[in-house]
C-alpha cells in the first residue's frame, strides 16, 4: 500500500512539474488583444486609399511620424464627446500627427463639416458602405488607433477616448523631437503649479 501511495505522489509531481514547466511557452505565444479581429499590435493595419484635392494618397504615405485613427460619424453621441480631444490634439501637435477619421455618415461631406465646424483639421474619409470599417473589423464606434512612425498599431481604443488618454498614446510613441508647442509645452512643464 505504502509503494501505491508513493508511485501517485511521484506521477502527481512529475505531472505538475511538466505542467509548470510549459506554462511558460504557451504564455509567451499569447498576445494581448486590440479588441479588433484584424488588427494586431506592433503590426501595420490594412492600407486604403482616400482622395483629396491633389489626388489618391494611402495611408502609409503618412507613415514615419504618429498617426491617430478615428472610426466614427457624427449621429454618435461618443464620438460627439470626444471631439475636443481630436481638436486638442491638431491644436497640440499640428500636422507632426496626421488625424484621419473614416465616418460611416450616410451624406457625402457630413463628416468633414462637422469636424470643421468644431475646429478639427483632419483627414475626412466618408465610408457610408464601410469597407474600411470591414477590413479592420469595427462595429461599435467609436474606435482610435494609435500608430507608431514605422506604422505598427500601438493603441487601440473602443468606445469614447479623452485627451489625456489620446495625448499619452500619442507620446508614447513619438520621436524624442516631437515636442508640445507653447502653451501646450509650458502647461506641461509646470504641470501642478498655480499662477504660471
Known amino acids: 500500500m505504502p ?7 511521484v506521477a502527481f509531481v512529475a505531472v505538475s512539474l511538466a505542467s509548470l514547466a ?6 509567451a505565444r499569447r498576445t494581448p488583444g ?10 501595420a493595419p490594412p492600407d486604403f486609399t482616400y482622395t483629396t484635392p491633389a489626388g489618391p494618397r494611402t495611408l502609409a504615405a503618412l507613415f514615419g511620424r504618429p498617426v491617430v485613427i478615428n472610426f ?8 460627439q464627446a470626444e471631439i475636443g480631444a481630436f481638436a486638442a490634439l491638431r491644436k497640440a501637435y499640428g500636422d507632426a500627427v496626421p488625424l484621419v477619421t473614416i465616418s460611416e455618415d450616410a451624406v457625402p461631406g457630413a463628416a468633414a463639416a462637422y469636424l470643421a465646424a468644431h475646429g478639427v483639421d483632419a483627414i475626412s474619409i466618408d ?17 482610435t488607433l494609435v500608430l507608431a ?6 493603441h487601440v481604443s473602443i468606445g469614447e477616448l479623452d485627451w489625456l488618454e489620446l495625448q499619452a498614446a500619442v507620446e508614447a510613441v513619438s520621436p524624442h523631437g516631437l515636442t508640445l508647442p ?10 501642478g503649479t498655480q499662477g504660471q
Open 127 to 143: 465610408d457610408p458602405d464601410r469597407k474600411i470599417f470591414e477590413r479592420y473589423s469595427v462595429v461599435p464606434i467609436p474606435v
Open 3 to 9: 509503494s501505491r501511495f508513493a508511485a501517485a505522489v
Open 22 to 27: 510549459a506554462a511558460p511557452v504557451a504564455s
Open 149 to 154: 512612425p514605422n506604422g505598427g498599431v500601438s
Open 34 to 43: 486590440t479588441g479588433l479581429a484584424a488588427i494586431r499590435y506592433a503590426q
Open 182 to 191: 507653447p502653451p501646450f509645452d509650458t502647461l506641461r512643464r509646470n504641470a
Open 72 to 79: 466614427w460619424a457624427t449621429w454618435c453621441e461618443p464620438c
